[in-house]
């Protein structure tokens, strides 16, 4: 069964260092997606992608994130100057029809 | 008022045990409903969609009303396996999924 994957499975930075979390979506996925989930809390979506542009943003989606396709299979969420409190699981999703969305295994990051 | 809301829990109940989480949710404009489950530090796993007609899968049994603004889902001859938060999530036609905090469900044997 296809499946949602992404790397690193934990990745430790250190506050103000910029960090990219990569995602390979299920291969006939339209659609893609960045969610977080800190510690404890429920999962908060961040950022929405289809036709190779973001189609929606959250809140906290703000200038330090920013998400790419380079190419024909991966899709990155990068985080500029990363903060104590972008500390959190985050998951990337993907979605062809209305079924709804497959979810990766989750990159944790922790920012010391 | 929180977009989706659902009752923490934890719901302890013997294997064999028929349980049941309710949800409601904010945005009348809603438009797809889903039920999805999340093991301890793990993604959260699609178990079903849940239409207003009221749909089975299995043990698994999801109910919408759309004049409430309230969904359930009815687990039959709960397994030890079936011990997860069960999340609520809504779809208001952004294509975001806005997600519930969960419910806590441990079966015990």
């Known amino acids: 069964e296809p499946e949602v994957t992404q790397t690193p499975s934990h990745q430790v930075t250190q506050m103000g260092q910029e960090v990219i979390l990569r995602c390979v979506p299920i291969?006939?996925?339209?659609?893609f997606y960045w969610y977080r989930q800190i510690l404890g809390q429920k999962v908060e979506f961040l950022v929405s992608?289809?036709?190779?542009?973001?189609?929606?943003k959250s809140e906290i989606f703000d200038d330090q994130f920013s998400v790419e396709r380079p190419d024909g299979s991966n899709f990155t969420l990068k985080i500029r100057s990363t903060k104590l409190e972008d500390s959190a699981m985050y998951f990337c999703a993907s979605r062809r029809g209305e079924v709804g969305q497959y979810f990766g295994p989750g990159t944790r990051l922790t920012v010391t | 008022r929180k977009e989706v809301e659902q009752d923490p829990g934890p719901f302890n109940v013997p294997e064999g045990a028929t349980v049941a989480f309710n949800c409601t949710y904010s945005n009348s404009a809603s438009q797809s409903f889903f039920w999805y489950r999340q093991d301890c530090r793990k993604e959260p796993k699609l178990l079903m969609s849940?239409?207003?007609s009221g749909n089975e899968d299995g043990r698994f049994t999801a109910q919408l009303n759309r004049a409430s603004q309230y969904i359930s889902l009815l687990i039959r001859d709960s397994k030890l396996s079936d011990s997860a938060t069960y999340l609520c999530v809504v779809n208001t036609g952004r294509r975001a999924l806005t997600f519930g905090s969960g419910t806590r469900l441990q079966v015990q044997p």
């Open positions: 992608f289809y036709n190779n542009e973001i189609s929606e």
């Open positions: 849940v239409y207003s």
């Open positions: 291969s006939n996925h339209l659609y």
